[in-house]
Structure formats: C-alpha cells, structure tokens
C-alpha cells in the first residue's frame, strides 16, 4: 500500500514540477489571467497532496524543496501584478478628481427670478 502512496505523491510531485517550470518558464509573457489560473491549479495539487503527507520520503522531501525555491520567482511576479493594479487604480482616482474639478454639478431644482422694473 505504501507504493500506492508513493505512486500517488510523485505523480503529483511531478504535475507540480511541470506546472511550476512552464510558468517561470513564461513568467515575462504570461499574463494575469495565466499566472492566476496556474495558482489556482497548484493549490489543486497542493491540496490533493495532503492525503500523502504521513507517507512523504526523502526523495519526496527534496522534491518539495526545489518547488519551493522556485515560489520567490513566482510571488516577485505576483508583486510586480499588485504594484500595477495599485498604480492604475491610483491613475483612475486622480482621473476622475480632474474630471470633477472641471465638471462642475448644479442643483436641477433651482431656478432664477430675474425681476426687471
């Protein structure tokens, strides 16, 4: 049964790898949508992993350890989306406050008597 096990955490040791080179691979023209999906299905593996963890062996332990040397590459990528975002959304505020200023807002209720005598 242990062989399953082990089967069963190299095959997903070996997804993962694939998975993760592909994408550091690409990381320069990837884009957010890609780099967003591939989190998604490393957390998949990631959690389909757990129900090997009591049978880890050394190999396997190595293994994770060159994965994880790769997540300082992908999270600096993962950054440099965020910065982004914040920088456009910072763009877009001071967009629509230029736009306010110039667009000026009157109340439609209000009217004006001119009286002449």
Not at 7 to 17: A, D, I, N, P, R
Not at 34 to 51: A, G, H, P, T
Not at 65 to 92: F, H, T, V, Y
């Amino acid at each position: 049964m242990t062989h399953q096990y082990e089967e069963g955490m190299s095959s997903l040791l070996e997804q993962l790898h694939v998975l993760s080179v592909g994408i550091i691979e690409r990381l320069n023209i990837i884009s957010d949508e890609e780099l967003f999906s591939f989190i998604d299905e490393r957390e998949v593996l990631i959690k389909r992993m757990e129900m090997y963890r009591a049978e880890l062996t050394e190999e396997h332990k190595v293994q994770i350890s060159e994965l994880m040397n790769m997540d300082p590459i992908i999270l600096n990528k993962m950054d440099q989306i965020k910065q982004e975002a914040g920088q456009w959304l910072e763009r877009q505020g001071t967009i629509r406050n230029q736009q306010h200023a110039y667009h000026q807002h009157y109340v439609t209720d209000s009217f004006f008597v001119d009286r002449r005598k």
